[in-house]
C-alpha cells in the first residue's frame, strides 16, 4: 500500500512538472512569434556595390589571416578608392557575432544617396572588416582577436588621409558594438580620444551567455575603462531593435555609459521594431542615422569633420533619435520670439475643443489660438495636425491691447517641448503634454499656438484638452495584497469627447498589459488612438501600438526594459481622437504572455539551476534517500526567497525529459552509437570493421590507453573536442553496462525457473542485482550532469571547425576550462567516478555534505546582480566534484 502511495506521488509530481515544461515552451513560443510584421522598408543601392580590400602590413596581415577590411563604394566612387584616395569623413562598421563586412551597404548607400541629393560639400568614407564569421558573442578568445584586428583597421584608415585626419565615427552591430569599445580600450594601438561617436545597433552591453572565463574577463576589464570614452568626450548612442529582436533584449541593450540609450520602435520617423538583422537594413532607421551623422557635421571647418564637442554632437543626435520637434534636419529653436503684428488673435476659453481652418478664408497673416491660463486644471494637452510652423508653441503675457482685447507682443518658445508622434495616415502630428507648474516664466498667462500662413495651405486641426492631473489617470494594482503577483483587478474607464491624454500607473509586478480601447459616438470616420508604454529607467517610451478603427485591440504591451526600482515605476501614456468617446479597458496579460516575459528575460539561469539540481540529487543518491527532506526543504526554501521557484521546476522538467531520452536511447539507439564508433575507426585507422569491434572491445577492457588516446587529442585539437570524444565513450559505457545488465538478468531468470522447486533465490544475488541497477542509475545521473557541464564547450567546438583550415589547434581556448575538459576527459574515461553504495562509509556523509553546499552555493549563483558571469564556473565546479568522488 506506501510502495503505491508512492508510485501515485512520483506520477503526480512528474505530471505537474511537465504541465509546467508545456506552459515553458507555451511561452517561449509566444516570445519568439508575438511581435509586429515587419514593415520596415527596404534600402536600395545606388549602383553595383563595390568592396575595396585594404591591406595592412604583412605581419598583420599574416597573424589575421581570416579577417580583412575593405572600403564601400558604388559607381564611379569605386575607382577612387582603388587609387586609395579618401577625402571624406571615415565611418568604419564593425559586423556582429557571424555578420558579413557586405552588411554596411545599406546604410552607406543610404549615405551616398544623401550627399548626391543635398549636393553637400562633404561625403563620408565607410570602411567595413570582414572578421571571419567567428562566433565572437559566445568564445571569449576569438572576441579579443578582433578587437586587437579592429584597432590596427582604426589606425590603417585614419593614416590614409592626406590631411590630418584624427578622429572617425564607428557603428557596430551586435557583438561588433563591443569590439568598438573595446577596440579604444582595450588595445596599444589607438585610445578613446580616436572615435567622435559610436553608435551601437542590437548589441548586448549585457551578456546573457558568459561561457569562458576569457570572455567574462573582456566585459568586467571593458567596464572598468567605459569611464574613459566619456572622458574623451565621445558622443555613444545605443539603439535597440524592441520587441522584435527575440536575440537581444531590450535590457540588454541598455548601456549604462551611453548618452542615451532608444528602441527603433520609437525614434521619431521609425516607429518600427526590427529584428536581430533587419535594424541593419531598414530604410527609416538607416535615414535616422544617416541624417543624425550630417547634422553632426561642422560646416565652417575646411574640410568638413564631426562637431568636436560632444554637446553640439548630441543635438542632432538627440534630435534624430529621441525628441525630433518638426522637420528632418535638425532645427535650433529661439528662446524668445516677437510676434508679427497685424495677426488675428482667437481665445476659446472652453476646456476641450478642437480648432480648424476648414471654413477659414485665406490668410496673408499669422493666426494665433490663446489658452488661458487660470491656475486650475493644471495639465494642458495639445495635438495638431499638419501644422508644419518650426516656432508654433509659445507662453507669453497678454499686456498688449488690440482691438479692445488683450494679447502677447512676443513669447517664450515652448516648441523644444514638442514631439512628433506616429500617424495611420501620413499626417505630420505633433503633440505636447504641459504641467502648468513646471512654467517658471513670471506673469505668463496664456499659452500660445502659432500657425503661419504657410500652413494655412493645408487642413489644419488643433485639438486642446485643459484637465486636472489626477482626473486622467487609471491605477492598476491589486486589491488583495497576498496575490498582489497573481491578481490585478482590470480596470475600465469611459472617456468623454473632447478628451485627449490619459495615464496609466502601475507598480513592477506587473510585466504585461492587455490594453483594449473601444470607440464610440465618433465624428471622425479615420479616427485612431496611441499607446506608449514609457520606462523611465530607459530614455522613455519603449514601446508603441495604433488602435485605428479597423483595428482596436485587445493589444497586450510587455515591458522591455524592466529593472527593480523601489520608487520608480513604468505607466503608460494614451492619445486619444478628441472626435470619438472611448472606453479604456486595462488589465493584466494571460499567463502565457507572463511566461514569455520570464522566457526573454530569465531563459539563462535555466543552466545554473539544473547544474544545482544535479548536484543535489547526487547528494541524495550518496544518502540512498536518507535525510534527504532536509535537503529538500532547504532548497524548496533558498528557491522561494530568492525568486528562483519557476526556474527549479522548469529545471527539474528538464532534468526528467532528458534522463527518459536517455534511457531511451541507451534501450534502443546503443547499436547505432557502437557502429559509429566502429566505422569511425575503421576508416580513422584503415582496418576492417571487425578488427575495429575488437580494438574498441579492447579499448573499453583497458580504459588506461583509451584514456592517453582521448588526452592526446587536446594539444593536438582543443580541449572541448576531447571532452565531447569522452561523452560518447562514457555514452557507449553505459549502453554496454545495460547489456550486461539485461544478459545477467535473463541467465538469473533461467536459473530461477529451473531451480524454483527445489532452491530459493540466493540472497547474494538480489544484493548483486540491486547493486547494479543503483550503479547503472548513478552512471544515468553522472552522465546528465556531463553533458550540462559540456554546453560551455560547444563555443570551443564550433571556433576549431570552423578555423580548421588555418590551424588545427587553438591557441586561445580558455586555460579554465581546458583544465575542466582534462580533469572530466581523464576521470570519465578511466571510470574511476563511482558513488558508493555503502551509506555506513564515513566518507559518504562528507561527500554528501559538500555535494549539498555547492549544490546550495551554485544555485543561489542565479540570485546574484549579473548571474550570467557565473556560468563559466559550472565546469570547474563540476570538476572538482568529479576529483573529490574519485578520491573519496
Not at 87 to 100: A, E, M, Y
Not at 544 to 573: A, E, S
Not at 633 to 645: A, D, E, K, P, Q
Not at 839 to 846: A, L
Request: hydrophobic share 40%.
Amino acid at each position: 500500500m506506501f510502495q503505491t502511495k508512492c508510485i501515485l506521488f512520483y506520477i503526480t509530481v512528474f505530471l505537474l512538472l511537465m504541465l509546467c515544461l508545456l506552459f515553458y515552451m507555451l511561452g517561449a513560443a509566444r516570445y519568439v512569434t508575438d511581435f509586429e510584421e515587419n514593415t520596415c522598408d527596404m534600402t536600395y543601392m545606388f549602383e553595383y556595390p563595390q568592396y575595396v580590400r585594404i591591406s595592412l602590413n604583412n605581419e598583420i596581415e599574416e597573424q589575421y589571416r581570416r579577417y580583412g577590411l575593405y572600403a564601400y563604394g558604388e559607381g564611379f566612387i569605386t575607382e577612387k578608392l582603388r587609387r586609395m584616395y579618401f577625402s571624406g569623413i571615415p565611418v568604419l562598421f564593425i559586423p556582429g557575432n557571424l555578420g558579413s563586412h557586405e552588411q554596411v551597404r545599406s546604410l552607406a548607400s543610404v549615405s551616398l544617396r544623401k550627399s548626391l541629393k543635398d549636393r553637400t560639400s562633404f561625403h563620408f568614407d565607410y570602411f567595413t572588416v570582414s572578421l571571419g564569421k567567428d562566433y565572437s558573442a559566445l568564445y571569449g578568445g576569438v572576441l579579443m582577436e578582433e578587437t586587437v584586428y579592429v584597432s590596427y583597421c582604426i589606425k590603417k584608415i585614419l593614416s590614409l588621409y592626406k590631411t590630418n585626419m584624427d578622429s572617425i565615427i564607428l557603428i557596430g552591430h551586435s557583438m561588433g558594438g563591443i569590439i568598438a569599445k573595446g577596440s579604444l580600450l582595450m588595445t596599444p594601438n589607438v585610445n578613446a580620444s580616436v572615435a567622435s561617436i559610436i553608435i551601437t545597433l542590437a548589441t548586448p552591453h549585457i551578456p546573457t551567455l558568459v561561457l569562458d572565463h576569457t570572455f567574462a574577463n573582456y566585459y568586467k576589464n571593458l567596464e572598468k575603462r567605459l569611464s574613459e570614452i566619456k572622458d574623451a568626450g565621445t558622443s555613444v548612442i545605443s539603439i535597440g531593435g524592441g520587441p522584435r529582436d527575440t536575440l537581444i533584449t531590450s535590457t540588454q541593450i541598455f548601456d549604462s555609459t551611453a548618452d542615451f540609450n532608444v528602441i527603433s520602435n520609437t525614434m521619431p520617423g521609425v516607429w518600427k521594431s526590427t529584428d536581430h538583422l533587419s535594424i541593419l537594413w531598414c530604410k527609416q532607421l538607416m535615414l535616422s542615422v544617416v541624417r543624425s551623422l550630417f547634422d553632426s557635421v561642422d560646416y565652417t571647418q575646411k574640410p568638413a569633420k564631426i562637431f568636436s564637442t560632444a554637446n553640439e554632437r548630441m543635438q542632432a543626435l538627440s534630435y534624430h533619435f529621441h525628441h525630433r520637434t518638426s522637420g528632418k534636419k535638425l532645427y535650433s529653436h529661439k528662446e524668445t520670439i516677437q510676434f508679427e503684428p497685424g495677426g488675428e488673435w482667437i481665445e476659446n476659453i472652453q476646456r476641450h475643443y478642437t480648432w480648424t481652418n476648414k471654413n477659414l478664408s485665406k490668410k496673408t497673416s499669422c493666426i494665433y489660438v490663446m489658452i488661458r491660463l487660470n491656475g486650475q486644471p493644471d495639465h494642458l494637452t495639445i495635438d495638431t495636425t499638419n501644422l508644419e510652423s518650426k516656432d508654433w508653441l509659445f507662453a507669453c503675457t497678454a499686456s498688449y491691447i488690440q482691438q479692445q482685447s488683450r494679447v502677447c507682443n512676443w513669447g517664450w518658445n515652448l516648441t523644444n517641448r514638442t514631439r512628433i508622434l506616429p500617424d495611420p495616415s501620413h499626417r505630420i502630428r505633433k503633440i505636447v503634454d504641459l504641467n502648468f507648474q513646471e512654467i517658471k516664466y513670471p506673469d505668463v498667462t496664456h499659452i500660445i499656438v502659432r500657425i503661419t500662413p504657410d500652413s494655412l495651405k493645408n487642413y489644419i486641426s488643433v485639438n486642446v484638452d485643459l484637465y486636472s492631473y489626477d482626473t486622467r489617470v487609471i491605477p492598476i494594482k491589486s486589491n488583495l495584497p497576498l496575490l498582489k503577483n497573481l491578481f490585478v483587478i482590470p480596470q475600465i474607464k469611459k472617456s468623454n469627447l473632447g478628451h485627449i491624454r490619459y495615464y496609466v500607473n502601475f507598480d513592477n509586478t506587473v510585466n504585461v498589459l492587455a490594453v483594449e480601447l473601444k470607440a464610440s459616438e465618433c465624428t471622425d470616420p479615420k479616427h485612431h488612438a496611441i499607446v506608449e508604454l514609457l520606462e523611465p529607467w530607459s530614455i522613455g517610451v519603449t514601446q508603441i501600438q495604433i488602435f485605428t478603427v479597423i483595428d482596436d485591440g485587445p493589444k497586450t504591451m510587455k515591458i522591455q526594459t524592466k529593472y527593480k526600482y523601489p520608487d520608480i515605476f513604468p505607466n503608460l501614456r494614451i492619445t486619444l481622437d478628441p472626435a470619438c468617446s472611448y472606453v479604456i479597458n486595462i488589465q493584466e496579460g494571460g499567463i502565457i504572455d507572463r511566461i514569455s516575459c520570464t522566457v526573454r528575460d530569465r531563459w539563462y539561469l535555466l543552466y545554473t539551476t539544473i547544474i544545482s539540481l544535479l548536484l543535489l540529487f547526487l547528494s541524495t543518491r550518496i544518502n540512498h534517500g536518507h535525510k534527504q527532506t532536509p535537503i529538500i526543504v532547504i532548497t524548496i526554501f533558498l528557491s522561494f526567497c530568492y525568486n528562483l521557484i519557476f526556474e527549479c521546476l522548469i529545471a527539474l522538467a528538464i532534468i526528467c525529459v532528458f534522463i527518459i531520452g536517455l534511457c531511451c536511447s541507451i534501450i534502443f539507439l546503443g547499436s547505432v552509437a557502437h557502429g559509429i564508433a566502429v566505422r569511425f575507426l575503421a576508416r580513422a585507422i584503415t582496418f576492417s570493421t571487425t578488427w575495429s569491434d575488437w580494438l574498441l572491445e579492447g579499448l573499453n577492457q583497458i580504459p588506461f590507453i583509451t584514456a592517453i588516446l582521448v588526452l592526446s587529442l587536446i594539444p593536438a585539437t582543443c580541449g572541448a573536442l576531447a571532452m565531447f570524444i569522452s561523452l560518447f565513450l562514457y555514452f557507449l559505457n553505459l549502453t554496454k553496462m545495460y547489456e550486461d545488465y539485461l544478459e545477467k538478468l535473463l541467465i538469473a531468470s533461467l536459473q530461477h525457473f529451473n531451480w524454483i522447486r527445489q532452491f530459493k533465490t540466493p540472497k547474494v544475488y538480489s544484493e548483486d542485482h540491486e547493486n547494479t541497477r543503483q550503479k547503472i542509475f548513478n552512471h544515468l545521473i553522472l552522465f546528465t550532469l556531463w553533458c550540462f557541464t559540456a554546453i560551455p564547450a560547444i563555443p570551443t567546438v564550433l571556433v576549431w571547425a570552423k578555423n580548421f583550415s588555418y590551424n588545427m589547434t587553438i591557441s586561445t581556448e580558455d586555460p579554465l576550462l581546458l583544465q575542466s575538459w582534462t580533469v572530466l576527459v581523464t576521470c570519465s574515461t578511466m571510470g574511476s567516478v563511482q558513488l558508493p553504495l555503502n551509506i555506513r562509509k564515513s566518507n559518504s556523509q562528507i561527500l554528501s555534505s559538500i555535494l549539498c553546499f555547492l549544490g546550495w552555493v551554485v544555485l543561489l549563483m542565479g540570485a546574484a546582480t549579473h548571474p550570467s558571469f557565473y556560468q563559466y564556473y559550472m565546469p570547474p565546479i563540476v570538476a572538482g566534484v568529479v576529483v573529490i568522488i574519485s578520491i573519496m
